[in-house]
């Protein structure tokens, strides 16, 4: 992998040096620092043949994703995508974001406190997310709506500093809309895909600026880094 631009580069990379990299900027403010870990193809596609994003991860971006787990003090990620990627327990707490509260198969027998769900109080399966995960860890906040300003006060309470964001498209566009997220971890696969396929980001309009902050390349895979303009 080589840095072809951020600090000190051109210079070759190693996944040990992906921390640092990737490290919270010194000026991030107090709070936690929220990144979004997305893939797609060269013409946008997020998805690959298969329908997931599995379907477009290669090894560059599992050294990225991995790093950026590693960092990570929680993991934010939408319920469609932790059923349809049948995520099961992290190392770190995955916090999942859902209208309607249903917990995911992968998740259920998750040791108590490594799994949590932020939903609002409308939340049709919202006694039954309570049973499974148990009701301190799942975090109602507004009635038909997520209160995300209420999430962001939430994960500073619980003293994270660093929160990577694994999507999906809906749960990013929603966050992207509601300012919690910090930077965009993006990587782009020399692949093209055409036919009907998500984007990285997906509902109503957002126009958010950003600032690239590095990018690396291993064999026409670009792995940018990119900051939100505040
Ligand atoms: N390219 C990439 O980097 C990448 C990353 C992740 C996923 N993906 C792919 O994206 C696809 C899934 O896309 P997706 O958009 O459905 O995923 P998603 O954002 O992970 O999940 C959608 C679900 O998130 C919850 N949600 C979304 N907005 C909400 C809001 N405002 N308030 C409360 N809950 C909200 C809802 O959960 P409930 O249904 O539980 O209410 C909704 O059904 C999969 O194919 C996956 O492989 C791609």
Same mark, same amino acid.
């Given at each position: 992998?080589?840095l072809? =631009?951020?600090?000190?580069?051109p210079r070759? +990379?190693?996944?040990d040096?992906?921390?640092?990299?990737?490290?919270?900027p010194?000026?991030?403010?107090?709070?936690p #620092?929220?990144?979004?870990?997305m893939i797609?193809?060269?013409?946008g596609a997020?998805?690959?043949?298969?329908?997931?994003?599995?379907?477009l991860?290669?090894?560059?971006?599992?050294?990225?994703?991995?790093?950026?787990?590693?960092?990570?003090?929680a993991?934010? *990620?939408?319920?469609g995508t932790?059923?349809d990627?049948?995520?099961?327990p992290?190392?770190v707490?995955? +916090? =999942?974001?859902?209208?309607?509260g249903? +917990?995911p198969e992968?998740?259920?027998?998750a040791?108590?406190?490594?799994? !949590?769900?932020v939903?609002?109080a409308?939340?049709?399966?919202l006694g039954?997310a309570?049973g499974?995960?148990?009701?301190?860890? +799942?975090?109602v =906040?507004?009635?038909?709506?997520?209160d995300?300003?209420a999430?962001?006060?939430?994960m500073?309470?619980?003293g #994270?500093?660093e *929160?990577?964001?694994?999507g999906?498209?809906?749960t990013?566009?929603?966050?992207?809309?509601?300012g919690?997220?910090?930077?965009?971890a993006?990587? *782009?696969?020399?692949?093209?895909?055409?036919g009907?396929?998500?984007? !990285?980001?997906a509902g109503p309009?957002v126009?958010?600026?950003l600032?690239l902050m590095?990018?690396?390349?291993?064999d026409g895979?670009?792995l940018?880094?990119?900051? *939100?303009?505040?």
């Amino acid at each position: 992998m080589r840095l072809i =631009l951020g600090p000190d580069a051109p210079r070759p +990379v190693t996944p040990d040096d992906l921390p640092d990299l990737y490290a919270r900027p010194a000026d991030a403010g107090d709070g936690p #620092w929220v990144r979004a870990c997305m893939i797609s193809s060269l013409d946008g596609a997020a998805t690959g043949p298969d329908g997931l994003s599995g379907g477009l991860n290669n090894e560059p971006d599992h050294a990225v994703f991995g790093a950026l787990r590693g960092l990570a003090d929680a993991v934010l *990620v939408g319920a469609g995508t932790a059923r349809d990627e049948g995520y099961g327990p992290a190392d770190v707490p995955l +916090v =999942l974001i859902s209208r309607q509260g249903e +917990v995911p198969e992968g998740l259920r027998d998750a040791d108590p406190g490594r799994v !949590m769900m932020v939903v609002p109080a409308s939340a049709a399966h919202l006694g039954e997310a309570e049973g499974i995960l148990g009701p301190e860890h +799942v975090w109602v =906040l507004g009635e038909d709506e997520i209160d995300f300003a209420a999430l962001r006060d939430r994960m500073a309470a619980q003293g #994270w500093r660093e *929160v990577t964001c694994e999507g999906g498209p809906s749960t990013l566009g929603v966050l992207l809309g509601a300012g919690l997220i910090d930077e965009v971890a993006a990587t *782009v696969v020399p692949r093209l895909m055409a036919g009907e396929h998500p984007r !990285m980001t997906a509902g109503p309009d957002v126009d958010v600026d950003l600032e690239l902050m590095s990018l690396l390349d291993e064999d026409g895979t670009l792995l940018g880094r990119w900051r *939100v303009r505040r």
